[in-house]
């Protein structure tokens, strides 16, 4: 039996803001993260000085490789106006936020800090596309590049040895495309807030308006079947299984639970938290699940004292359609094989028994890797109290939400457990 | 300056050299002698990653195994990968046990399927600059 984690003190999250994600030409990390500042401290209801925040935890992956500037902490912090108060980063490629927020808690449960505020932010739309994905590997194993090994590749392999292990197939990539989807126009702050159906129309509209022949596309499934709007990426991954390139910036602020009344009346607590770190799939016993997530769930769940089941709604790492069966399997939502049969049921949609993504996932909602997974956080926050406007979850008694978010290809995995009490 | 141009491997010490020790070439991963465990590539720490322990030989793997997994990838990715595309990458299970990232190569794309048995081969990867060719191992079908 695993010990089980406990923190010196209760950790609360008194506010959270996280700035529009998109390709932005004339915006950068620093406008981006006071977007997303702005948006947290108007979310504090009985407000909050700068002032009065001790520390500042920045997850950021590359905006060294992407931006040519590293050393974001202080950067942040001056921006901000909490210098001279200690800025540090953290790094653990798409989980680089998840680990601010972690270590945002660390500093608070252990009684040094009060009053932390944690962030993440990424700007990568300023390079081309094959620059962001060599950025990208700098996350993998080093001469894997060389011999052809890309993410799409690697989790097109998961893909492939899936459908082989369970039976499911690309239909069933198509199920949770259609889905994140179906939320993302409810997201006011989604790179891409259309449904499949708008984008169908759209196109349809636009080869009108061309005079080109317009296909017989007779449902959202005949659309992501067409070759030409949806390529291959890597078999099975097409372009709709993918997530985009991001710009964007997400950040909370946690408090000691004690003081949390003294920010809002309706704080939101820490319940459990998980890591994990992975070998990578060359040593994995299947390419079918993610053993850092495993544990970070086990760890998370251990410390919370509570099961899948407790947990009613979660944000999971999508950066690719298969990753999101895989780790509602991996987080015990759904039995080992049946993740994608829960999706094809309905079963993760914003108004069945257990949604997943409801901010349109890292897919539509888009995936600034530093920023992701406090912008995960956010949505949870969000969504606990009751501000999630048209995407809110119908159910009247929702209390207890989670993130699981994801580095490389499974090499630092995080699960974190909110609640409201 | 043809004569000094050379097969370079992708990465020195994924294979035996078949004009250094004889034979043909095979892969070579390592072996941990405390707690049984199968590596590839060989472990360059000397420490086994699942037990800590020092004692690791060199073992050269089987040649033939079967696909566990494999993609077809269609866009070209990053700057350093310089050969042709599309090409399937994927996972080779080889009877000792221990799975093998490669590329495929010698068949049709749209055949490949899992379980296909499949055997090693060097090949070229790229030229460089200089026109040396870099070379790397691959997996191919097994022709009867
Ligand atoms: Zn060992």
Same mark, same amino acid.
């Given at each position: 039996?695993? /010990? &089980? &984690? /406990? @923190?010196g003190r209760g950790v609360a999250v008194v506010g959270a803001g996280m700035s529009r994600f998109g390709m932005f030409r004339d915006r950068d990390s620093k406008d981006l993260f006071a977007e997303a500042f702005r948006d947290m401290t108007a979310s504090v209801d009985k407000g909050l000085d700068p002032a009065d925040i001790d520390a500042l935890y920045l997850g950021n992956f590359s905006n060294d490789y992407f931006m040519r500037q590293s050393h974001w902490g202080p950067l942040i912090s001056d921006l901000v106006g909490i210098t001279p108060k200690p800025a540090t980063r953290t790094e653990g490629a798409c989980a680089s936020s998840a680990l601010a927020f972690r270590e945002g808690v660390f500093a608070i449960a252990s009684g040094f800090y009060d009053i932390v505020l944690v962030g993440g932010v990424e700007e990568m739309s300023k390079r081309t596309t094959e620059e962001v994905a060599e950025g990208l590997a700098l996350a993998t194993v080093p001469y894997e590049g060389k011999a052809g090994f890309t993410f799409p590749g690697v989790f097109g392999a998961v893909a492939t040895a899936y459908f082989e292990k369970y039976g499911a197939g690309r239909e069933h990539l198509m199920n949770v495309t259609i889905k994140s989807h179906e939320n993302a126009p409810l997201n006011p702050k989604a790179q891409y807030p259309y449904t499949i159906r708008d984008m169908m129309e759209a196109k349809k509209a636009s080869l009108e308006k061309r005079g080109i022949p317009v296909p017989e596309w007779e449902d959202e499934k005949a659309f992501l079947r067409d070759s030409k709007v949806n390529p291959v990426v890597a078999w099975p991954m097409h372009l709709y299984d993918c997530c985009p390139i991001?710009?964007?910036?997400?950040?909370m602020l946690l408090v000691a639970e004690e003081i949390a009344k003294n920010f809002t009346d309706e704080p939101v607590y820490l319940a459990g938290m998980g890591q994990g770190s992975g070998r990578g799939f060359h040593a994995s016993e299947a390419l079918t699940y993610f053993e850092a997530t495993r544990y970070a769930a086990k760890e998370a769940y251990?410390?919370?004292g509570m099961g899948p089941e407790d947990v009613q709604f979660?944000?999971?790492h999508d950066c690719f359609s298969i990753a999101e069966i895989i780790h509602i399997e991996d987080l015990g939502f759904f039995r080992e094989g049946e993740g994608y049969k829960a999706v094809e049921e309905g079963r993760t949609r914003l108004a069945g028994p257990k949604p997943i993504n409801t901010s349109g996932g @890292? /897919?539509?909602?888009?995936?600034?890797?530093?920023?992701?997974?406090?912008s995960q956080l956010y949505e949870v926050w969000t969504q606990l109290r009751g501000k999630a406007g048209a995407r809110q979850i119908p159910n009247k008694n929702l209390r207890v939400g989670a993130a699981h978010n994801l580095g490389g290809t499974g090499g630092t995995c995080t699960f974190t457990i909110l609640e409201r009490r | 300056m043809n004569d000094t141009? &050379?097969?370079i491997p992708v990465r020195e010490g994924l294979w035996s050299d078949p004009s250094a020790d004889g034979g043909e070439a095979q892969l070579i991963g390592s072996h941990c002698l405390t707690c049984g465990e199968l590596f590839f590539p060989r472990q360059d720490s000397g420490l086994c990653s699942y037990c800590q322990s020092k004692d690791l030989e060199d073992i050269r793997l089987s040649s033939k195994g079967k696909i566990y997994s494999y993609t077809v990838v269609m866009q070209r990715p990053p700057v350093y990968y310089k050969a042709e595309v599309p090409y399937a990458i994927g996972f080779v299970e080889l009877p000792e046990g221990i799975r093998v990232e490669? @590329?495929?190569t010698g068949c049709d794309l749209e055949k490949l399927h899992v379980g296909m048995d499949v055997e090693m081969v060097i090949e070229k990867l790229h030229e460089d600059d200089e026109g040396n060719e870099i070379v790397a191992y691959k997996f191919r079908p097994v022709t009867s």
């Open positions: 039996m695993a /010990k &089980r &984690r /406990k @923190l991001s710009d964007g910036a997400s950040c251990g410390m919370a979660a944000e999971v @890292l /897919k539509c909602k888009g995936h600034p890797v530093g920023a992701t997974g406090i | 141009k &050379r097969w490669t @590329l495929f």
